[in-house]
């Protein structure tokens, strides 16, 4: 089993919608959260932490339930700018290297 | 401020050759990791620093690779000799304690072939 899992997608959205993406964990040890966007032939891009009182930035929202070791990301009003590959990412107590899902892909349409 | 810079960005070599990568953290950052993409495995760890010093080389998948940081400016990661299933976009990124440690900065990636 995967230690960070996401659905592959694609989600192909209208512009304007709105979509969320999920996604889980199965280290209970993990301690931070984040999810990273990479546009296609780039590099990976920090696109907002995730905390456990959930955050917003913008037009995005992000959520994290320990409980339950699952994380969403909620995009409304879509842009055809948010068209990209979300990778949900967690770090692990002591250790600093970051756990990436292999990401899900957005496409959002005219 | 320059972000993270690697180079070649392609490499294209025949199976057994030598292949180096190059890397240059961003100034300041005392955290360096390498990491390889691909279609089948997604984004891996393969090694990473802390000044200078490698951590966790955990994620290295077999004696072919190598990885150096002779200093807080660079780092190299050797693959001798290559192998087809070696193709893949490496990353490089660095962090910086300083600022949290939680963000990683990454650079524009080599994309190798092996032939």
């Known amino acids: 089993r995967k230690e960070v899992e996401q659905d592959p997608g694609p989600f192909n959205v209208p512009e304007g919608a709105t979509v969320a993406f999920n996604c889980t964990y199965s280290?209970?040890?993990?301690?931070?959260f984040f999810w990273y966007r990479q546009d296609c032939r780039k590099e990976p891009k920090l696109l907002m932490s995730v905390y456990s009182s959930g955050n917003e930035d913008g037009r995005f929202t992000a959520q994290l339930n320990r409980a339950s070791q699952y994380i969403s990301l909620l995009i409304r009003d879509s842009k055809l700018s948010d068209s990209a590959t979300y990778l949900c990412v967690v770090n692990n107590a002591g250790r600093r290297a970051l756990t990436f899902g292999s990401g899900t892909r957005l496409q959002v349409q005219p | 401020d320059a972000g993270v810079i690697q180079s070649p960005r392609h490499e294209v070599t025949e199976m057994g050759q030598e292949v180096t990568l190059r890397c240059k953290p961003i100034?300041?950052?005392?955290?360096l990791f390498w990491y390889r993409q691909t279609m089948m495995r997604g984004l891996e760890l393969l090694i990473y620093f802390n000044n200078n010093v490698p951590i966790d080389d955990s994620g290295m998948p077999e004696d072919r690779f190598s990885a150096k940081m002779p200093n807080a400016s660079f780092s190299t990661l050797k693959i001798q000799p290559s192998e087809p299933r070696d193709s893949a976009v490496y990353f490089c990124?660095?962090?910086?304690?300083?600022?949290?440690?939680?963000?990683?900065?990454f650079g524009p990636g080599t994309r190798l072939t092996v032939l």
């Open positions: 100034s300041g950052h005392d955290y």
């Open positions: 990124a660095s962090s910086s304690l300083a600022t949290g440690g939680n963000e990683q900065f």
């Open positions: 280290n209970s040890a993990s301690q931070s």
